[in-house]
């Protein structure tokens, strides 16, 4: 729901939410802090290495790749279903976006963080758990089922409210997992230090589809059985972190001291809205931002739903798919980062934005192809995912000098938080508007129709883009972090 590096960035291809960066939520701490000399030790770098790893576990398989199956079945009405899983994606990071400002100040300020990353931490967890006692479909299956209402409301609606507040909780632990990184490097080795996190995360991805598949696939197990090994996946690895990482006394800025740690963060979010209009092309290239952000999210937050009623890929094939659309990924960062190099990040930027324009015509144009064409996709968009979001970080850092970097980044963060908001409801709406009879035999078309929506996000970004002026290069570093949650953050 999960990464850093200097100017090249990982992606990782369920991310749909997590799309976040070092100093998460948003206004943090000063350069002077960031760089202060603080007593870390390897022991410290691999609890927070380790919990990378583990909530891997649950983007993987609660928000990517079989929840989202489980989910439409369990609803009955695939329609109706999918698109109240984009409802419940964009509820969750209303409630995140809203509060980011708060949790970022009580990240970097206050003295709690291993406290409220073990709440958050807590909550998704034990809400994860809890889908065990869901009915028990088997990945074989298909339907249609009927379930007695529990309390008076359908099944699925536990479902769903299980699952928002599962995903709040994964998404309330990364302002406090992120706002550690400062506190375990340096300036010389942040960007080691990151990747060696993305790299954990990676192999926590890959693990966990390994036992997604030998429960569903291998034993023929329901998804159930999946999401509790998810649960107790996340468990297992976190504790270790919560014992390495250390706690740190509270702290403010300069002057802030007799202001509440809440107004921190809101102060901070109206001080830099002032300032971004003093940066030319900045506000244009952050709506451009906002628009492809939203897209990716949107692409990555249904492609399972997508694959499994238009391509009729099973749950298998689904984990498979997402890890092939991973492994694309990784060279889609380090070509473009190195193109970008050579021709400027905006260029490279549109270029990797017709990219995904592409993949998702491809989709569209070909679905009677057979599934073939679904692996096409997701390996061009894989490339996509890999370079558009690394090379989009590179150009914002280009617009802003150093000192002000870690500012803007906690804004660029916010940004990114927002847009996850608009397009899984934009998508789930079309649905209802393209089939509001939810008639199974336009299941397919209203996912074609919804597809064809976020299609135009990307191009309108484009536009945009030709508008903004190429940033001169170097006049800023990018330090970025993203959580690997296997979620299109």
Sequence with gaps: ??????????????????????????????????????PTDRKERVGWYLYDLANTSFTVLIVTALFPLYFRLLVGNETLGDAMWGYAGSITMIVIALSSPVLGAIADFGGSKKKFM??????????????????????????????????????????????????????GALPFYNAWLPEISTEENIGRIGGYGFAAGYVGAMATILIALVTTFVYGLPYTYAFILSALFFLVFSIPSFIMLKSRPAKKLPGEEDIGIARVGFRRVANTLRQIRNYEGLPLFLVAYFLFSDAITTVIYYAAIFGAAVYAFDTTMTLVFFAVTQLAAIPGAFIFGSIADRIGTKKTLISTLFIWIAALLIAYLFVGFGQTIWWIVGMIAGVGMGSSQSTARSMFGQFIPEEKKTEMYGFYALTGKFAA????????SVLLLVNPQQLPSLTIEAHMAAML?????????????????????????????????????
């Design 1 to 38: 729901m999960h990464m850093i590096q200097l100017h090249v960035q990982f992606i990782p291809t369920w991310s749909w939410v997590s799309i976040d960066y070092p100093l998460d939520g948003v206004y943090h701490m000063s350069n002077e802090q960031t760089t202060k000399k603080v």
């Design 118 to 171: 073990g709440f958050y931490t807590s909550i998704c967890i034990i809400f994860t758990a809890m889908m065990i006692f869901l009915p028990p479909i088997l990945p074989t299956e298909s339907g249609p089922f009927s379930f007695p209402p529990v309390l008076g409301l359908d099944i699925w609606v536990w479902a769903w409210l299980i699952f928002i507040i599962a995903n709040i909780g994964f998404q």
């Design 421 to 428: 908001i608009l397009g899984p409801f934009v998508y789930g």
């Design 453 to 489: 929506v976020i299609l135009l996000f990307f191009v309108v970004a484009i536009l945009l883009l030709l508008k903004v002026r190429q940033p001169v290069k170097g006049e800023a570093e990018v330090y970025l972090e993203d959580d690997i949650p296997f979620a299109v953050e």
